[in-house]
């Protein structure tokens, strides 16, 4: 019974060691440009957030964020005004994902490698990330 609970802990850290041997300096690098590029755009989906909130006579930021957390709209303005933000919201998140995905399959090649790289940054490649995304961060 020990043998086969020592041999099962070989395998699993043998399979995580080779899946860390397998994200090189370029995995990282396509993972911090993908990650760069899904940042940017969700700066931009608050950005259109903040600006449709400035634009909205009778809108504050305040309150803006008094009914996102949850309050309940006083008029039929803030109800349909907030449903224009959610729409928005869902359109670019929805836009986000798929970018997301498609980066993921296309630039890393794999949802495998991906899932691997996306482990590593938190780990041992994680300098390695921080110094790439530096590199490219837009400003």
């Known amino acids: 019974m020990k043998r086969m609970i020592l041999g099962s802990l070989v395998l699993i850290l043998l399979s995580n060691l080779s899946t860390a041997q397998d994200v090189t300096?370029?995995?990282?690098?396509?993972?911090a440009l993908m990650t760069e590029v899904?940042?940017?755009m969700k700066a931009d989906l608050s950005r259109a957030v903040n600006e449709t909130i400035k634009k909205?006579?009778?809108?504050t930021g305040q309150r803006y964020k008094?009914?996102?957390?949850?309050?309940?709209p006083a008029n039929d303005f803030e109800t349909k005004f907030m449903a224009n933000i959610n729409k928005l919201k869902d359109s670019r998140v929805s836009?986000?994902?798929?970018?997301?995905?498609?980066?993921?399959?296309?630039?890393?090649?794999s949802a495998s490698i991906y899932k691997a790289v996306k482990e590593a940054v938190?780990?041992?490649m994680k300098a390695k990330y921080e110094e790439y995304k530096?590199?490219?961060?837009?400003?």
């Open 25 to 31: 300096d370029e995995h990282v690098w396509k993972y």
């Open 38 to 40: 899904v940042d940017q």
């Open 56 to 59: 909205q006579e009778g809108m």
């Open 66 to 72: 008094e009914l996102a957390g949850g309050a309940t």
């Open 95 to 109: 836009a986000i994902k798929s970018v997301n995905s498609d980066l993921a399959t296309k630039m890393l090649g």
């Open 122 to 124: 938190k780990g041992d």
């Open 134 to 139: 530096s590199q490219i961060a837009f400003d």
